[in-house]
């Protein structure tokens, strides 16, 4: 059996003040249960390849609430460095296919002067055409005045005869205006309200009222793993930072489940309501949440 390297006993310790299974940070960070011991033992041999080292243990690192950065600064000689040589065949073989141009294409690059030549040419011979029509349509006789006087006549007639249609309309009675139907006061919305109450050790379930639709927004106030699912559905799963903040929109499902990695780090507004935890973050900082949107009350 391989010995602890001093980066893999610093992050199991850590791991284990947190009162984590390898089996919760695999459910934590998505990394097989296999590689989680590679890293605490020192065996990268099992990595899939050099680059996927140093972001398990930066992942790994996150979901314990150690700083990667600090990390890999304090524990270098443990960190293998990431191997860029293996992308270089593909890189040499991308250069080599581009300075080797077929014959075809080197034959189009020749005849492409003449073909703009070629466009212009039938480009000016349009323009010359469609203002030779312009000209000619400019050169066609007015239509002559007599014309444009009867026209005149027979409008004046129309509006004479309108004026008097109008005139025996206004004499009519007044007819009184329709009624207008009084609409329906409008139902308020009910306020959310959010209520919850802990089932185990680092459990709890909420309850939202209110709400047609289950909204969920994390913040950061420091490094914390965070996976919101529903069901088998996921519906988010990663590390939030100092600052960040995530939205969730559960829409129509009526629960939702949140794993937090570290609640000291996290704050919870659902539907816009803050959610105080009932158990309280210095008492278990890894915590499961379960929020269950209700009925709404019969009125």
Not at 115 to 143: R, S
């Amino acid at each position: 059996m391989l010995c602890l390297s001093e980066l893999g006993n610093r992050l199991k310790q850590a791991r284990e003040e947190k009162q984590l299974t390898l089996d919760d940070l695999q459910s934590l960070t998505k990394i097989q249960k296999r590689y989680l011991i590679g890293i605490e033992e020192g065996n990268y041999k099992i990595m899939p390849g050099k680059f996927y080292v140093r972001a398990f243990i930066k992942q790994y690192a996150e979901a314990v609430g150690l700083d990667p950065d600090e990390l890999f600064e304090q524990y270098r000689s443990d960190v293998p460095d990431n191997g860029h040589d293996e992308e270089l065949p593909g890189q040499l073989s991308r250069v080599q296919s581009q300075r080797e141009l077929p014959e075809t294409a080197s034959k189009a690059i020749d005849l492409l002067p003449k073909l703009i030549v070629i466009v212009l040419i039938i480009a000016a011979a349009v323009v010359l055409w469609i203002i030779g029509q312009n000209f000619t349509g400019a050169e066609k006789p007015k239509t002559s005045q007599p014309e444009a006087e009867s026209i005149g006549s027979e409008v004046k007639m129309d509006d004479s005869l309108k004026e008097t249609e109008n005139d025996k309309e206004e004499e009519k009675p007044a007819q009184d205006p329709p009624a207008e139907k009084a609409e329906p006061p409008k139902e308020e919305k009910p306020a959310v309200s959010v209520s919850g109450k802990a089932t185990g050790s680092g459990t709890s379930e909420y309850t939202v009222t209110g709400a047609d639709q289950l909204q969920i927004e994390l913040t950061g106030k420091g490094s914390a793993w965070i996976s919101v699912t529903s069901g088998k559905q996921s519906l988010y799963t990663g590390t939030l930072k100092k600052g960040t903040t995530e939205k969730v929109n559960a829409g129509s499902l009526k629960e939702a489940r949140i794993r937090i990695g570290n609640t000291t780090n996290t704050d919870i507004k659902v539907n816009g309501q803050p959610l105080k935890y009932v158990i309280q973050p210095s008492e278990r900082m890894t915590q499961t949440i379960t929020l269950t949107k209700s009925e709404k009350p019969s009125s």
